[in-house]
């Protein structure tokens, strides 16, 4: 009885150690550092999307864009720049620890936690274009968001936006 005890508590006390491992997985500036370029929309090493900021504070515009939609079709429940409400949790810490796959799914098919008498609910956005069409830039915000890439509020200078950003949009919104 005591040695099992003594066990869980082991168990317990290892937790941290094992905590490394997720810290290791965690996104941070470096890892989401823009590498490489394609009409105007950065990528990591991974090759997953990413944020750029220049010097003077001009960001991509996926990332000036991607706080406009945020802040049209997100911020009521998750709260402005990503800091969460009592409702919804804060984007900017979740951004940290998932991959552009699992925000990509969450976002189409919604999710619902039903646990504890709760019942919060994230909608289904896939047959939203005004947010399917800007998952990425949704994605790129947020990600910049989460490694303190950029500061609160409106990104105050923006990058033109691309030639390929405007045919993906007029494509997505007319299709
Ligand atoms: C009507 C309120 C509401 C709106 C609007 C909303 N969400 Fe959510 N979202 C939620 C709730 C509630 C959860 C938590 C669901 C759960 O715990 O399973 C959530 C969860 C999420 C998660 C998973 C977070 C985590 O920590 O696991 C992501 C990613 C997300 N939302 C992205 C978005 C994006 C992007 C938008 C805008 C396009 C958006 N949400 C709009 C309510 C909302």
Redesign the pocket.
């Known amino acids: 009885m005591f040695f099992a005890k003594a066990v869980s508590v082991l168990a317990l006390v290892c937790l941290p150690i094992s905590g490394a491992g997720l810290a290791h997985a965690q996104d941070t500036k470096e890892k989401a550092a823009a590498v490489k370029e394609e009409d105007g929309k950065w990528f990591d090493a991974d090759g997953n999307p990413t944020y750029n900021i220049k010097d003077d504070g001009t960001v991509d515009w996926y990332t000036f864009s991607g706080y406009r ?2 802040h049209s ?2 911020h ?3 709260g402005p720049d990503g800091v969460g409400s009592s ?3 804060a ?1 900017a810490a ?1 951004m940290k620890n ?1 991959d552009y796959g699992t ?1 990509l799914s ?2 189409a098919e919604g ?3 039903l646990s504890a008498g709760k019942e ?4 289904a ?1 896939g047959d939203n274009k005004n ?1 399917y069409c800007y998952m990425d830039d ?1 994605y790129i915000y ?1 990600r910049a968001r989460s490694v303190d890439g950029i500061p609160r509020g409106r990104p105050p200078k923006k990058a033109d936006k691309p030639q390929a950003a405007k045919d993906a949009e007029a494509s997505c919104m007319g299709g």
């Open positions: 939609r945020y079709d997100c009521v429940c998750h409702y919804a949790p984007l979740t998932m925000f969450i976002v999710r619902k936690n919060n609910v994230m909608p956005f947010v949704l947020l």
